[in-house]
């Protein structure tokens, strides 16, 4: 098995699904004081409370099996809110959503949703099958699961941060008597799934072999791979859909859908050291028989279910959870395949749902006895699959993926059951990402396959529209009727043609509140509310808190590395260039040919020039430093770690054109921080936030 494979991720995506929060954030009131944090921000409207009063009469409120769930099996609740990293600040604060279980409705959260955060407020540990599976939830975005074995624990999925993971184990370990960890799963290739493995297992019992560390055939690639060419971008839109620069608070960050949030801890990565490569795989460890599915190109690019014969028990992954998740990930990711995701729960459906007593997951709560869980398998199946299906049966008819969000519905029959919400995910984004990945961006009208950039079709819409005086006009009159985004499609065109023009984009900041407060996805919620946050605030400087380390360093390839220096280049700068280098790494015994022609780096690995300009020699373990901007080439040199034969000229003309990304680019106009963010070094590679990463 190889462990050099694989990239860094940026943007969480948390998994990043991951996202941790930015270093300045805005200050919080007293979430039950009903005050907004943003003096310029607005209370709901009349409009928002009726469309909240008419959605909420068509829910299924009668039917409260998730609450009777999600709190089934508690054991105990730990005497701590917070969790603190080892670096000294806070990793997890659980506390700061306490807020939700005051009972109190708030007319700025769709009911849906709050309904959806309250459930996710479970905290502590859970027992899922008496005597053998257990659960610590509320320590982080996922839950992590502890199966007793004979002599020990498998655990599954391990949490983010290595804080969160070790007092996850601390605490069971103390309710129910220490065992040793013996096994370690890894369902899927987002952070929020591995990162916290460090606080559960020792490296060196893995490497020995004392310590299983199970997970899906290219597991370690994808688990590094999926973000890191457009990372810095998905670290900057993740602040949009994670609202990492929210409070959390009624007018704020509500909840993340799958969890309340990411931690903000230690992330690590440890090698696993049993692939599962068939469709299904049959592992014993420490007397528990585990049969894992594989699920490939459904929540994430590599995923596993698991089957526990002896227990007719179901782990879902993160395949079946409390919410229908994204097919279109707005942080930014490769469009997942919606169709495959219902097959494969329909695989598993017929392959041990029709046994199963429980299914439990790395999200949400479990479900028990047989025709609930069938229930719950068919309704998130079929809701996969009518997502793509009608998706596609619109655009046969000629509805476009400019259109398809306006058209596309569940059935009835489905918008009646919890588990087809739409959450994490939304049927708006959802759709639109399904045409996305059959037919693209493109809608069929020519103006649309090479568009004006908005800064140069907004002055045109402005001038034609009889200039700002009348639009904003037009705004306040639509903002008044709460026709909120018929006020953001002209009040748009009038922030991009005039950047500076504060009243614009305060009233268009009005228009977005209002319908992040009506969106019952909290990803839909947290980008129109964050929208708005810039619009009034403008960007903060800094860069959110490090998350990537020397695991996820020492995990990406050498290749991928010079793939992503690759990317950094200016082509502006680089135009005229022409060198090849010859880079040798002999502690692992590869070798690079890197050219420079017509403004582009290109590598092939395993060739060398004949007659390079530079041969650069580095172990690849010195190479790391450089590549966690630790040290430099130059410190190297000095220091007899690394060794230049030839024109050192194409280096230093590489280093001079090397750009370090930071993720505070305006999205939106006229929103640039006021204090740039530090650059990083060159060559150095920038943290990168997991995806949905975390999770998403």
């Known amino acids: 098995m190889k462990t050099s494979s694989g990239k860094i991720v940026r943007a969480l995506g948390i998994a990043l699904t991951g996202c941790i929060a930015v270093a300045t954030q805005a200050a919080s009131a007293d979430p039950l004081s009903g005050k907004h944090f943003d003096p ?5 409207s009349t409009f928002t409370i009726e469309l909240r009063n008419g959605n909420k009469a068509k829910l299924p409120l009668d039917d409260k099996r998730d609450f009777d769930e999600a709190k089934k099996g508690f054991i105990a609740e730990p005497p701590f809110k917070q969790i603190k990293a080892d670096a000294g600040h806070v990793a997890w604060d659980m506390g700061s959503y306490a807020w939700l279980l005051k009972g109190k409705e708030f007319e700025s959260i769709h009911p849906s949703l709050q309904r959806q955060a309250v459930l996710n407020m479970a905290y502590g540990l859970y027992e899922v099958l008496p005597g053998r599976i257990y659960q610590v939830r509320g320590f982080d975005l996922a839950n992590i699961t502890f199966i007793k074995g004979d002599t020990g624990w498998i655990v599954f999925d391990p949490l983010t941060a290595k804080e969160t993971a070790r007092a996850a184990l601390a605490f069971i370990n103390e309710k129910l008597g220490a065992r040793p960890v013996l096994g370690v799963v890894y369902s899927h290739s987002h952070v929020d799934h591995f990162g916290g493995v460090r606080g559960v297992v020792d490296e060196a019992d893995v490497v020995s072999g004392k310590v299983k560390i199970i997970a899906p055939e290219h597991f370690l690639q994808e688990a590094i791979s999926e973000n890191v060419f457009s990372g810095n971008a998905m670290s900057r839109r993740t602040q949009y859909s994670y609202a ?15 969890g309340k949030n990411v931690a903000n801890g230690n992330t690590g990565l440890i090698a696993p050291n049993l692939i599962i490569s068939k469709d299904f795989e049959e592992v ?6 585990m049969v894992f599915q594989n699920t490939p190109d459904t929540e994430a690019p590599v995923e596993m279910n698991t089957w526990f014969p002896q227990f007719k028990a179901f782990w879902a992954a993160e395949n079946i959870t409390g919410t229908i998740h994204n097919i279109y990930t707005p942080r930014g990711a490769p469009v997942r395949n919606a ?5 494969q729960i329909n695989v598993a459906l017929y392959k041990f749902g029709q046994e199963a007593e429980v299914m439990f997951a790395s999200h949400s709560w479990p479900r028990w006895g047989n025709d609930r869980i069938q229930e719950v398998m068919r309704a998130q199946r079929d809701t996969y699959a009518n997502l793509n299906n009608q998706s596609l049966h619109y655009a046969n008819l000629g509805v476009t993926i400019n259109e398809i969000q306006n058209v596309y519905q569940l059935p009835k029959s489905l918008q009646g059951q919890w588990p087809a919400r739409s959450y994490h995910g939304s049927e708006m984004h959802n759709s639109r990402g399904v045409i996305n990945r059959f037919l693209g961006y493109w809608d069929g009208n020519p103006v649309n396959i090479t568009p004006l950039s908005p800064k140069d079709s907004a002055p045109l819409y402005v001038e034609m529209m009889g200039g700002s005086d009348k639009i904003m006009a037009k705004g306040r009159q639509l903002v008044a009727q709460g026709k909120y985004l018929d006020a953001s499609e002209i009040l748009n065109k009038l922030v991009f043609a005039q950047p500076r023009n504060q009243p614009a984009k305060d009233l268009l900041a009005s228009a977005y509140e209002q319908l992040g407060y009506q969106k019952e996805s909290p990803t839909l919620r947290n980008i129109f509310l964050q929208g708005a946050f810039e619009l009034r605030n403008g960007l903060p400087g800094g860069l959110p808190p490090r998350s990537s380390g020397p695991d996820t360093i020492r995990a990406m390839s ?5 793939d992503f220096i690759g990317i950094s280049v200016d082509p502006r700068k680089a135009d005229g260039m022409r060198f090849t280098i010859n880079l040798l790494t002999p502690d692992n015994g590869e070798k690079y040919l890197v050219e420079m022609s017509n403004a582009t780096l290109t590598s092939i690995k395993g060739e060398q020039a004949r007659r390079p300009d530079l041969t650069i020699t580095i172990d690849r373990a010195n190479l790391n430093l450089v590549m966690m901007g630790a040290s430099s080439f130059d410190d190297l040199l000095k220091a007899g770690k690394a060794k230049f034969d030839g024109d050192r000229k194409p280096f230093d003309q590489l280093r001079s054109i090397v750009v370090a990304f930071t993720p505070d680019f305006e999205i939106l106009p006229g929103t640039a921080a006021t204090k740039p963010s530090a650059a990083g070094k060159a060559f150095e590679v920038p943290d990168l936030l997991p995806p949905e990463s975390a999770g998403d």
Request: aromatic share 6%; glycine share 8%; hydrophobic share 30%.
């Open 244 to 258: 990492v620069l929210l409070p959390r608070d009624p007018h704020g960050h509500v909840d993340q859908s799958i």
């Open 339 to 343: 169709l495959n995701w219902s097959k």
């Open 284 to 289: 014993t460890l420490d007397g528990v028989k």
């Open 40 to 44: 310029k921000g607005s209370p709901p």
């Open 558 to 562: 050498t290749e991928q590395w010079l």
